[in-house]
């Protein structure tokens, strides 16, 4: 891999991670382009390497939202109440994603870990993003609530909605800021535990593929493209965090789910065109959502 690849995927991975946007869309589309999709074996490195660079994405968070972080390992060690419960419901969250990864993970990328289920879930995806938009606005809702109203119930039914990540396309993102909101959450409140559950269902996500298969990716593509792709990862994706709260604090899911659908129409004309050509990844063992 050319450091210029690294680049790419470095920065398509930080700013579609936390994005309801479908990162493997991107994915798709930008190893397409830097010609990584010729054969299965160049397909799967590339979908492995993306999975090691998003501890960038990690980093990103735990650099943005660092004090809140200080205060959930504050609260732990008894010392910070609100932190603790905040803790708490994120470890209820990440438990179902958890379970069924290990139960179903493997059997579920196996059927849908190609390019046109993909297509699919990202058109899915905005069809709902929409709904809910609508569904709020003719509810009249008020703004919603904050962090400190969500309770074990919420977590683990946002927990549950972040299961649905796990066909590829969907974006974890989207199901949980979603979840959120039909569970009345204000955006930027929904918005923040998404990226902090994201936090620990990414982290173990990337523990998994680094155990499993980082020495033969460091092997593979070197130390440096890594090196690369990580810090394109992280800046990217701490900017398209700040950016993603203000933009949707002031403008809505709405915009995003029209973006769905246009990425969704141009993979699926790319498809019948024959001019995106990809083969079906199959399971990839990775057994958290990581989209």
């Known amino acids: 891999m050319t450091w210029y690849q690294a680049l790419v995927l470095g920065i398509v991975e930080g700013l579609t991670e936390y994005l309801p946007v479908s990162s493997t869309g991107h994915l798709i589309l930008a190893s397409w382009l830097l ?25 990103a968070v735990l650099i943005v939202y660092r004090l809140r972080v200080r205060s959930i390992l504050a609260g732990f060690a008894g010392l910070d109440p609100g932190g603790r419960r905040l803790g708490r419901n994120l470890l209820i969250a990440f438990m179902p994603s958890a379970v069924a990864g290990i139960l179903v993970g493997d059997t579920v990328k196996a059927w849908l870990n190609g390019p046109w289920p993909v297509v699919v879930a990202t058109f899915a995806g905005a069809c709902l993003m929409l709904a809910v938009v609508r569904w709020r606005r003719d509810a009249a809702r008020d703004g919603g609530n904050g962090l400190d109203a969500i309770d074990g119930r919420v977590a683990f039914l946002i927990g549950l909605a972040q299961c649905v990540a796990m066909w590829p396309g969907t974006s974890r993102s989207m199901a949980t800021i979603v979840s959120g909101l039909v569970l009345g959450l204000r955006p930027t409140a929904a918005a923040e535990f998404s990226f902090l559950l994201g936090l620990l269902t990414l982290t173990a ?6 155990l499993r298969d980082g020495m033969e990716i460091l092997a593979r593509f070197g130390a440096g493209p890594v090196m690369i792709g990580l810090t394109a990862s992280t800046i990217s994706a701490a900017a398209a965090v700040r950016w993603f709260v203000e933009f949707l604090n002031d403008r809505g899911l709405a ?3 029209w973006y769905r659908v246009f990425l969704a129409v141009a993979l699926a004309a790319a498809l019948l065109s024959g001019q995106l050509e990809v083969p079906h990844l199959g399971a990839e063992r990775s057994l958290l959502p990581r989209d």
């Open 35 to 59: 010609g990584l999709s010729t054969d299965p074996q160049r397909w799967r490195a590339a979908f492995s390497f993306n999975v090691i660079i998003q501890s960038g994405a990690i980093a």
């Open 205 to 210: 996500a990337t523990a998994y593929t680094m």
């Open 255 to 257: 915009p995003f789910a």
